[in-house]
């Protein structure tokens, strides 16, 4: 869809039926102008209504009729909706017939990738607000257009420079810059890791509250990715033959047992000053189990957990704004000294990721058809376009919208479990996002000659799923998730240029993927629950 040029609106409004409808269509409008798909327009436009309507709900019925102030625009470069309300507090995004509201952890992560308002009560105002992304071009495209212009200037320089001018140059300008950027990704790293990570202790400890269903999913989600990545690691340690080192199963054993021995942190400070993820990820399950034990209590804990989170995520997304400049000076860099060289087999990771992810695909494809007794060509026919959609975006997030309405009016998947099953999938189901670290991590090995076993293997597998597991969505993560894998596993910062570049063409299919994925898992649990409309499926 085209993007339209999108102006600044604001407005002052009695709450009633009329202005809800037209506040709805100032919502609809503006969305439409960013370029937005037409399926997420719609959602959001039916969440922003709803919500609306239980204020006007709320009051009408107490004989009020309160004044709300509508806001569409530029706020600080960023297009935002705000929406407030004078008068006591009332959360319009929580619903008691809701599973999972907007108020807990999804409605968290969904407001924090511009799918779903969120909601503060500041000073006597109920505010709604909706941050949106800036229309901008697909990030995968920005970031491979900085890998041509590293290379184009690496390459000039090279062929322009005397040996005396290139040795100044990296010096002087390329190695301060190496070590700044590593240091940002390495201090982002940390905070970012922890909180997200306790997060989503918090969100899934209260989503496991809500129904077997919703356990059983987060258990089959973790499992799959899981699965998917252990055979990937088998596979692609075979191609590569990177060094390994045979130890015998009880010194395995041992040396795991004393492995989760050191996962336990000795201070809080540490596991941020060095980036530890395993002790993060402990700190944060132990802190995160505290918060929920204590209820109600620590209510407000958990709320600056996640505004914490937030915060943290939304400096993730500025890192990966600028994250294109970085590649194409590192890029030039590795050119001028002369490791390019290590990467020269860059395409053995990329091929057999994408050869492995479309026939694991394509066998899950075949089952689940058969299993339910539909073609797979109809089956595909019929997720194609929320495929598509993510692939040209290079987002799970922009073929959510398509991806819902694909479940209940294609698949014959129930609105109930789509209403759970896709949140919960977008931010814990990412089998082919972990197959892309461990993809870029094992290359990494075999590049800098570093040694693995059996162990190294187990804890790669530990931390590429958990650390995937527990993150949302968001434009910046991965990249901050690969220096703590690195930093961990012993694997030198300059790999982290080819994890990135990798990463930029592993996200295009990972993308696409992981949801197409997803669909057919929610298929066989609509199945269990006795919950799939077999006729719409086979339509």
């Not at 100032?26 to 798909?37: A, H, P, T």
């Not at 088998?234 to 492995?259: C, G, K, W, Y």
């Not at 294109?324 to 395409?347: E, H, K, M």
Request: proline share 4%; charged share 15%.
């Amino acid at each position: 869809m085209a993007v339209r040029k999108y102006e600044n609106f604001s407005g002052e409004y009695i709450l009633n039926g009329e202005s809800i409808d037209l506040m709805a269509a100032k919502v609809e409008e503006f969305l439409y102008s960013l370029g937005m798909d037409r399926a997420n327009v719609l959602g959001i436009r039916l969440s922003m209504e709803e919500a609306l309507l239980r204020w006007y709900d709320h009051f009408s019925a107490k004989g009020e009729e309160p004044k709300v102030s509508f806001y569409s625009g530029k706020t600080f470069f960023r297009p935002v909706i705000n929406i407030e309300l004078k008068g006591e507090e009332v959360d319009p995004l929580q619903s008691a017939d809701s599973e999972l509201d907007a108020g807990d952890w999804i409605g968290t992560v969904m407001a924090n990738i511009g799918l779903s308002p969120r909601y503060n009560y500041i000073k006597g105002v109920n505010i709604l607000h909706l941050r949106l992304e800036r229309p901008h071009i697909n990030p995968g495209v920005r970031l491979l257009l900085g890998i041509v212009a590293g290379l184009l200037l690496g390459f000039i320089a090279k062929g322009v420079l005397p040996t005396e001018g290139i040795a100044l140059l990296t010096t002087s300008f390329f190695e301060p810059v190496q070590a700044v950027f590593f240091r940002l990704l390495k201090a982002t790293a940390g905070p970012v890791i922890f909180f997200t990570v306790l997060t989503a202790i918090c969100g899934i400890g209260n989503a496991t509250l809500m129904n077997k269903s919703g356990k059983r999913l987060i258990g089959r989600f973790i499992l799959s990715s899981t699965v998917m990545t252990v055979v990937f690691a088998i596979i692609m340690q075979l191609l590569i033959r990177a060094d390994f080192t045979n130890s015998p199963v009880r010194h395995t054993v041992i040396s795991l047992f004393e492995a989760f021995l050191g996962f336990v942190p000795g201070d809080v400070v540490s596991p941020f000053l060095n980036t530890d993820s395993p002790q993060l990820i402990i700190l944060a399950i132990i802190i995160g189990n505290a918060l929920l034990i204590l209820g109600n209590q620590a209510d407000r804990l958990v709320k600056i957990a996640n505004q914490a989170n937030s915060v943290g995520l939304l400096v993730a997304e500025w890192i990966s704004r600028i994250i294109p400049v970085f590649v194409a000076i590192l890029l030039a860099f590795r050119i001028l000294d002369g490791t390019i060289v290590r990467f020269r087999a860059i395409w053995i990771p990329l091929l057999t990721f994408h050869v492995f992810v479309a026939i694991y695909f394509a066998i899950k494809l075949v089952i689940t058809s058969r299993r339910h007794e539909v073609s797979p060509k109809k089956v595909w026919e019929k997720i194609k376009p929320s495929f598509l959609i993510a692939f040209k975006n290079a987002s799970v997030d922009a073929a959510f919208g398509e991806n819902r309405l694909c479940c209940e009016r294609k698949l014959g998947i129930s609105g109930k479990l789509a209403d759970y099953g896709l949140p919960l999938g977008l931010v814990i189901y990412m089998p082919v996002s972990t197959v892309s670290l461990m993809a870029s991590t094992l290359y990494a090995v075999k590049c800098y000659n570093i040694t693995i076993s059996t162990l190294w293997l187990i804890m790669a597998v530990i931390l590429v799923v958990a650390l995937q597991a527990a993150s949302p969505p968001v434009s910046g993560v991965d990249t901050l998730a690969y220096v703590a894998i690195f930093s961990r596993l012993g694997i030198p910062s300059e790999a982290l240029i080819m994890a990135i570049i990798c990463d930029i063409i592993f996200c295009f299919a990972s993308s696409a993927l992981n949801q197409a994925m997803l669909q057919l898992d929610l298929i066989g649990e609509a199945s269990r629950l006795n919950s799939l409309d077999t006729n719409v499926l086979r339509k």
